[in-house]
């Protein structure tokens, strides 16, 4: 049984601005730490369930912050981004039996969190058929499309209540909740003892966790906080200008979406 694990920075305990998940600012260290932690207790929990194998994709930044010394035996890891349309769910096109998301945040324009984007900070939201997109709505959907249940979801409470109308049954461990620009934390030691509990736990329970329903057309709607981006993306193939600041494009294919968000974001 082969288990993937995508895995972020500003949905880990304790993480409440993107100075702290910047490589280059003196407190990342710290959280990037806690990061790793939090995935490990992720595998830890999925190789107890019975996984014979665990790919980590590495999803934060330039992918290179997890330390691939502390994560267990018959662990792999993916460092770096190839330009794969899957982008932070690259590699769970590799026939796996499960997916788990672990240190994911609120989309782009939600008050779930001080950090809440949609892989980048460059736009104000992104809607996909009218709804406001995660960045777990867009790579739970990339999973999909290969056929892999998400079957566990950490992160901001908006994010993992909001997911779950989204993929029902799915197994989620909230790490902090949003006041403002405050939040509100679960210690980490906390966080990874439902982690691994609650990975195991997914694990076992993934033949009852549906995969999300792919639509028949899709929309994509992008709404950037500068207008000459906007601009220059309505250039990209199928892509139209709607108004001084966002661009749509129309689609009956998912993976049109993540091709383009790779190009246009």
């Known amino acids: 049984m082969k288990v993937f694990i995508s895995a972020d920075i500003e949905g880990v305990a304790g993480t409440m601005s993107h100075t702290e998940c910047r490589s280059t600012e003196s407190v990342y260290r710290k959280y990037a730490d806690i990061m790793t932690r939090e995935v490990v207790a992720a595998c830890e929990g999925a190789l107890a369930a019975g996984a014979d194998e665990v790919l980590v994709k590495d999803a934060h930044g330039g992918a290179n912050n997890i330390d691939v010394e502390m994560l267990p035996r018959r662990v792999r890891l993916i460092r770096g981004f190839s330009g794969h349309p899957y982008g932070m769910a690259e590699g769970v096109e590799g026939g796996f039996d499960a997916a788990?998301?672990?240190?994911?945040?609120?989309?782009?324009?939600?008050?779930?969190?001080?950090?809440?984007?949609t892989v980048r900070g460059s736009m104000n939201y992104i809607l996909l058929n009218g709804r406001r997109t995660s960045e777990f709505m867009?790579?739970?959907?990339?999973?999909?499309?290969?056929?892999?249940?998400s079957v566990l979801l950490s992160g901001d409470k908006t994010l993992c209540d909001e997911s779950r109308e989204f993929v029902p049954g799915l197994h989620t461990v909230w790490t902090k909740d949003a006041r403002g620009v405050t939040v509100i934390t679960k210690t980490p030691?906390?966080?990874?003892?439902?982690?691994r509990a609650a990975a195991e736990q997914a694990v076992r329970d993934r033949g009852n966790i549906d995969l999300p329903k792919l639509a028949d057309h899709y929309e994509l709607e992008i709404n950037y906080k500068d207008h000459t981006q906007a601009y220059r993306m309505s250039f990209f193939p199928g892509m139209e200008q709607k108004d001084a600041q966002t661009v749509v494009l129309h689609t009956d294919k998912l993976f049109d979406v993540l091709r383009a968000l790779r190009f246009v974001l």
């Open 100 to 117: 788990m998301f672990v240190g994911y945040h609120s989309a782009a324009g939600s008050p779930g969190s001080p950090m809440s984007h």
């Open 138 to 149: 867009l790579y739970s959907g990339a999973a999909a499309l290969e056929g892999v249940p």
């Open 189 to 195: 030691a906390e966080v990874r003892d439902e982690l």
